[in-house]
């Protein structure tokens, strides 16, 4: 199995990786159930809108995936929406660790704000870890630049028309957007812009309901979800 949370461990301990979470379930003694973020995330979205049908997308250093069903479950596979196609040019942008072209990832997440920076007039700061690299083109955002609002218009852009290809694969009700990438005004411009796509290019869609997360599912929502996950007795 290959997976990039794992690209750091040396090939002579990878064995060690496959029974990890089983070995810190009995070390800390406690129920212990593994789910993938995004799907927390979609399952706080359900519980907080007290509905279903509901996909959450994280967008943060990567984009991150969820979806609970029409039914109220989480699905038994990975809705890792990072690495699924969202652009078929075969010039679009390459996924750094996949190699995969046009993938969500590239689109929807601080990736996405670092490839258009340069064509919006932004010089990143050097020497600086990614998260300072993002905040700096946000306060940017926050002044009232024309370059970095227009980064935020056209995530917004970009998340309309994937939604709609989205919803070819999933029963939409609810669209939850969060993440580090939705911080400030840009979570209004990128939630406004792919309401606008909707209404104007799929109005057959325009009733999926596209929203940020309350105040209370900020603070704890995920952490609530994550936690009536586990079998407990």
């Given at each position: 199995?290959?997976?990039?949370?794992?690209?750091?461990?040396p090939?002579?301990?990878f064995?060690?990786?496959?029974?990890?979470?089983n070995?810190?379930?009995k070390?800390?003694?406690?129920?212990?159930?593994?789910?993938?973020?995004?799907e927390v995330?979609?399952l706080?979205?359900?519980?907080?809108?007290?509905?279903n049908?509901?996909?959450?997308?994280?967008l943060?250093?990567?984009?991150?995936?969820?979806?609970?069903?029409?039914?109220?479950?989480?699905?038994?596979?990975?809705?890792?929406?990072?690495?699924?196609?969202?652009?078929?040019?075969?010039?679009?942008?390459?996924d750094?660790?996949?190699?995969d072209?046009?993938?969500?990832?590239?689109?929807?997440?601080?990736?996405?704000?670092?490839?258009?920076a340069p064509v919006?007039?932004?010089?990143?700061?050097?020497?600086?870890?990614d998260?300072?690299?993002?905040?700096?083109?946000?306060?940017?955002?926050?002044?009232?630049?024309?370059?970095?609002l227009?980064?935020?218009?056209?995530?917004?852009?970009?998340?309309g028309?994937?939604?709609?290809?989205?919803?070819?694969?999933?029963?939409l009700?609810?669209?939850l957007?969060l993440?580090?990438?939705?911080?400030?005004?840009?979570?209004?411009?990128?939630?406004?812009?792919?309401?606008?796509?909707?209404?104007?290019?799929?109005?057959?869609?325009?009733h999926?309901?596209i929203?940020?997360?309350?105040?209370?599912?900020?603070?704890?929502?995920?952490?609530?979800?994550?936690?009536?996950?586990?079998?407990?007795g």
């Open positions: 199995m290959i997976a990039s949370l794992f690209r750091g461990i090939e002579d301990r064995d060690e990786v496959r029974d990890m979470f070995r810190i379930g070390e800390m003694g406690v129920p212990l159930d593994i789910v993938n973020d995004g995330t979609a706080a979205g359900s519980m907080s809108l007290e509905d049908g509901v996909l959450g997308i994280a943060g250093s990567s984009e991150a995936g969820g979806y609970v069903t029409l039914d109220g479950n989480i699905t038994s596979w990975l809705n890792e929406l990072a690495f699924a196609p969202v652009d078929y040019n075969p010039e679009g942008p390459e750094e660790w996949s190699r072209i046009g993938v969500g990832a590239r689109y929807f997440s601080q990736q996405c704000v670092f490839r258009l919006a007039g932004i010089e990143l700061p050097e020497g600086v870890t998260a300072e690299k993002l905040k700096s083109v946000q306060e940017k955002l926050e002044a009232g630049h024309e370059g970095a227009k980064i935020w218009q056209s995530m917004g852009v970009y998340l028309y994937a939604l709609a290809h989205y919803a070819r694969f999933y029963e009700k609810h669209v957007i993440g580090r990438c939705t911080s400030g005004s840009g979570g209004d411009l990128i939630l406004n812009g792919a309401k606008d796509v909707l209404a104007k290019e799929f109005p057959e869609l325009a999926i309901n929203q940020l997360p309350d105040e209370k599912s900020r603070r704890v929502g995920q952490s609530i979800a994550a936690a009536s996950l586990p079998a407990l």
